[in-house]
């Protein structure tokens, strides 16, 4: 692709690599359609734009009636990320909430009816996308790509674009930093041929683009490089519960789709699908940060506290460090406070980081070139618990250590980030006006570009 990081400009790909890469454009172009359509038509009730977040948390909740199943089905990405709301059912009320808090002045109808409309436009979608991967499996071979490659003026940032001729419309183009493609390379089995390693990562850029289409780069934000190494000192912490092969740093990580990240090194797969023995193989402390979904969080402790009441039936050690918002009045916040495996139950059972004092990695790193850049600040106060059964004692988790590490980190970058924070006129930005220019300044690089 290019003589910074020795790949070829042309790529000569396998029958198999054809098929998955033109399945994976399909299902991005989906996915785009699906966010246009919300955007049309939000704008076409009188509201500005759609509320950060609200396509993502959609989504999120769509996939949690996957993961309540006792029995997983074979996983297809496309089931996952096009939501097929039977006709008829009923519009689904996190979307109509969310729309009505994010909306001003929009009545509980008219979000209805955007969400009624939005579950229409989606099932057709996917039946449509489904015809097409049928079409595609009897075709006798999949259709021709085009690889096309450029390089930022600083040689930081590769941009790709994938072309297949038989498909309509224009191709997206795709992003990924040096440091990021570095990352994915050295993650992907070097055994695999260099073909394979390049399809395998454009997969993977374009499944992770696809899920932050609606923009919320925070949706995929993950505690920075300073938080992970006091855990990694302190706790013995080898394994991430949320993650993916753009944002992970331990060693051993879960994340949503093991048909593109498993040859990332996501051994563990989706969380909610994890067994205590595959858990215990890897480590006895583990991170959990969930998508700030409160159906996702909810049912993440749901799921912590199966797989710590299993470890203490079997008599084995197991601990659970939880980063989450401190969102007091849900279901999930109340959980957390009140299971008996907290592991300070001498005080108040949660450690409180003041917003102010913590940063986030961006969800979006990996098409920032500059690390510095890499940070965004929290929207809220979190909270971080610590559940667990077995050999260490309460008194042995200092948190305190790990908020002065995340207020440290904080300080540290602050100033880069307050760069990007600030109106022109010095003031401080609200989170959302902070999400705005982010968008703004991504879409005027990849224009320069």
Request: glycine share 6%.
């Amino acid at each position: 692709m290019g003589e910074n990081w020795g790949l070829p400009e042309a790529v000569p790909l396998k029958r198999k690599h054809r098929a998955r890469l033109a399945s994976e454009i399909r299902l991005f172009k989906a996915c785009k359609r699906l966010t246009h359509e919300l955007h049309r038509l939000v704008r076409s009730s009188g509201a500005r734009q759609v509320p950060v977040l609200a396509l993502e948390r959609w989504l999120a909740r769509w996939s949690m009636r996957f993961e309540r199943h006792e029995e997983v089905p074979i996983f297809r990405a496309e089931r996952y990320m096009i939501p097929r709301f039977a006709l008829g059912d009923a519009p689904e009320q996190g979307l109509v909430a969310d729309l009505q808090r994010g909306c001003a002045g929009m009545e509980k109808q008219t979000a209805t009816k955007i969400t009624s409309a939005l579950h229409d436009f989606a099932r057709q979608l996917g039946e449509r996308l489904d015809k097409e991967n049928q079409e595609q499996e009897l075709a006798k071979e999949p259709p021709e790509l085009r690889l096309s490659v450029q390089h930022s003026a600083d040689g930081q940032t590769l941009r790709m674009n994938i072309a297949v001729p038989e498909m309509q419309g224009k191709m997206p183009w795709f992003s990924v930093s040096a440091r990021h493609l570095d990352k994915l390379q050295l993650l992907c089995p070097k055994k695999k041929s260099r073909a394979s390693r390049i399809a395998a990562i454009c997969r993977v850029i374009m499944r992770y683009d696809a899920l932050t289409l609606g923009g919320g780069a925070g949706y995929q934000a993950a505690l920075p490089l300073a938080g992970f190494r006091w855990l990694q000192q302190e706790l013995d912490c080898s394994v991430e519960a949320f993650a993916s092969p753009l944002n992970c740093t331990l060693v051993h990580y879960g994340s949503q789709f093991p048909d593109t990240d498993a040859l990332f090194g996501s051994n563990l797969g989706n969380f909610f699908q994890w067994s205590l023995s595959e858990v215990l193989m890897r480590g006895r402390c583990v991170e959990v940060n969930p998508p700030f979904v409160p159906e996702v969080m909810d049912l993440a402790v749901e799921k912590v506290e199966d797989l710590l009441r299993q470890a203490r039936n079997a008599g084995e050690a197991l601990r659970f460090v939880i980063l989450v918002p401190k969102w007091q009045p849900l279901r999930m916040w109340r959980k957390l406070m009140d299971s008996k495996y907290n592991e300070r139950p001498e005080g108040s059972p949660v450690f409180v980081l003041p917003q102010e004092d913590h940063l986030f990695c961006d969800g979006k790193q990996h098409i920032i070139a500059k690390e510095a850049m890499h940070h965004r600040p929290s929207s809220f106060d979190s909270g971080i618990f610590v559940l667990g059964c077995g050999r260490r004692s309460p008194s042995e988790v200092p948190l305190d250590a790990l908020s002065r590490v995340l207020r440290e980190h904080a300080k540290t970058h602050r100033r880069t980030v307050e760069r990007g924070v600030r109106g022109t006129n010095g003031a401080a930005l609200t989170i959302q006006e902070y999400e705005r220019q982010v968008r703004k300044r991504r879409k005027l690089g990849k224009q320069s570009t």
